[in-house]
């Protein structure tokens, strides 16, 4: 099998922000002056991962966990505190023009495209401004704009755009002049399902035209339906990273019982504390959620459900599942992804 070029590749990338407040000495607070204070925020630590051409690379980590500040390290927009980022062999430092002509770059937001023009327009500016010839820029725009669900409001100002539709315009212009690498930033972040769907259809269609494509996600079913390697970033640090499959084989993930009850607290945790309680939280409408380790399956699950009976709690609605992503991730990193932690 002949080796696929490597086309994203950091080494030890590394990024620390100084955390500002504002002084307490009063000069300061009169010139409104900030200083800053120890205890830096390590954004990204010490990151070393690579993507193939052909390969899709997703991102995984909950908010802050240092997705976005990689992105943006990647495509020359912010200086590493230390390490390298390489696209397609060029250093994000010195040869920041050759880099950004080979990449195409995605932020999570609406503000990558002007309001002001149609989406159309704004496609033709961004051709040009990558030197791309008129008629390619046509014949590209008109087939991503079709592509992407905006060929009819493709004359239509801007601002009259959804969030949705913004951010599907704001892929379009990462796509135009066909770069090799696609750094995507959270891409489906604000579409409804429709729209991710085809967002994740077109992003895997890249992969098939050989281009390394990294996205950042904080949705494990994402990263598990589209990406070919995933890595779990945490607090800046790279976790692990595997294909989605052998990530949760490796994390030795039983299946689990998802059971919602009603009832004490207190008697449920004493009932549960025999099985390994993965997750615990109490819900708005004053029912428990919880989910155990399953490792007999429904045998497991009636046992369970006899002991929570017998100590006076309800059990409302109970469903076995086989591991996924998510369990994955809170075995490595003990959250939950995109929402607090909070064992009952
Ligand atoms: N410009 C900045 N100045 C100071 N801290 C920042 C800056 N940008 C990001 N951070 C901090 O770095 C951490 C990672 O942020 P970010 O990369 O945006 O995470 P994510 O995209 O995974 O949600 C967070 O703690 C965030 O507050
Ligand atoms: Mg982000």
Request: glycine share 10%; aromatic share 4%.
């Given at each position: 099998m002949a080796y696929a070029r490597m086309l994203i590749e950091t080494e030890g990338l590394t990024k620390q922000f100084e955390r500002r407040r504002p002084s307490r000495r009063p000069w300061d607070i009169v010139k409104r002056r900030s200083v800053p204070v120890p205890d830096p925020v390590v954004a990204v630590d010490d990151v070393t991962l690579w993507v193939r051409a052909g390969?899709?690379?997703?991102?995984?980590?909950?908010?802050?966990?240092?997705?976005?500040?990689?992105?943006?390290?990647?495509?020359?927009?912010?200086?590493?505190?230390?390490?390298?980022?390489?696209?397609?062999?060029?250093?994000?430092?010195?040869d920041a023009g050759a880099v950004r002509a080979r990449i195409g770059v995605m932020f999570a937001g609406e503000r990558?495209?002007?309001?002001?023009?149609?989406?159309?327009?704004?496609?033709?500016?961004?051709?040009?401004?990558?030197?791309?010839?008129?008629?390619?820029?046509?014949?590209?725009?008109?087939?991503?704009?079709?592509?992407?669900?905006?060929?009819?409001?493709a004359d239509d100002l801007v601002e009259t755009y959804s969030t949705g539709m913004k951010q599907r315009l704001n892929l379009a212009r990462s796509l135009l002049h066909d770069p090799?690498?696609?750094?995507?930033?959270?891409?489906?972040?604000?579409?409804?399902?429709?729209?991710?769907?085809?967002?994740?259809?077109?992003?895997?269609?890249?992969?098939?035209a050989g281009k390394a494509v990294l996205?950042?996600?904080?949705?494990?079913?994402?990263?598990?339906?589209?990406?070919?390697?995933?890595g779990i970033i945490n607090e800046g640090r790279l976790v692990a990273e595997d294909r989605p499959a052998a990530l949760i084989a490796s994390a030795g993930i039983e299946p689990r019982l998802e059971l919602q009850l009603r009832g004490d607290v207190a008697a449920a945790r004493r009932n549960l504390a025999a099985d390994a309680l993965w997750w615990g939280e109490v819900q708005e409408d004053g029912t428990i959620a919880v989910a155990v380790s399953a490792p007999a399956g429904w045998r497991s699950a009636e046992r369970v459900a006899a002991r929570l009976t017998e100590a006076g709690v309800t059990v409302i609605e109970s469903r076995l599942r086989e591991a996924t992503l998510e369990d994955a991730f809170i075995k490595l990193t003990g959250s939950r992804l995109g929402g607090s932690f909070e064992s009952i």
């Open positions: 390969e899709v690379y997703g991102l995984l980590g909950p908010n802050g966990a240092g997705k976005t500040t990689m992105a943006r390290m990647l495509s020359t927009l912010l200086e590493p505190t230390a390490g390298t980022a390489r696209i397609c062999g060029f250093d994000s430092l010195r990558g495209v002007y309001w002001r023009l149609t989406g159309r327009e704004n496609l033709e500016i961004f051709g040009r401004l990558q030197f791309m010839p008129g008629q390619a820029i046509n014949e590209r725009a008109g087939s991503l704009l079709e592509h992407l669900g905006l060929a009819e409001q090799p690498v696609l750094l995507l930033d959270e891409p489906t972040a604000a579409l409804d399902p429709a729209a991710a769907r085809a967002t994740r259809e077109l992003i895997r269609t890249l992969q098939g996205l950042t996600t904080h949705n494990m079913h994402e990263a598990d339906e589209v990406c070919d390697r995933v």
